[in-house]
Nanobody, 119 residues
């Protein structure tokens, strides 16, 4: 069974920074991609940033230049450094991964962590 455990959310003032982390544990053979999505109240879940096993990283246009995704393959973790935060970044942030498991490729989600940007 695969588990994703997130940490690092909270309340921050506009212009501030936060770092989210997610640790993946359980039985799997390969990580195809790891990343972060977010969902604001009344809106659909959207991609924030994703890192693939090929080494590429993609970001939503709204966070380019402010957010940085990083992975530690030895520890099976993915982090999101968020700088210059804006009120519109307020959302629940979900860790995501696509893994090769015993039953084939599968997607997994974390439980979500709240990020609130407000003065």
């Amino acid at each position: 069974q695969v588990q994703l455990v997130e940490s690092g959310g909270g309340l921050v003032q506009p212009g501030g920074s936060l770092r989210l982390s997610c640790a993946v544990s359980g039985t799997f053979f390969r990580i195809y991609a790891m990343g972060w999505y977010r969902q604001a109240p009344g809106k659909q879940r959207e991609l924030v940033a994703i890192s693939t096993s090929s080494g590429s990283a993609n970001y939503a246009n709204t966070v380019k230049g402010r957010f940085t995704i990083s992975t530690d393959n030895a520890k099976n973790t993915v982090s999101l450094q968020m700088n210059s935060l804006k009120p519109e970044d307020t959302a629940v942030y979900y860790c995501y991964c696509n893994l090769q498991t015993l039953t084939g490729p599968r997607e997994y989600w974390g439980q979500g962590t709240q990020v609130t940007v407000s003065s």
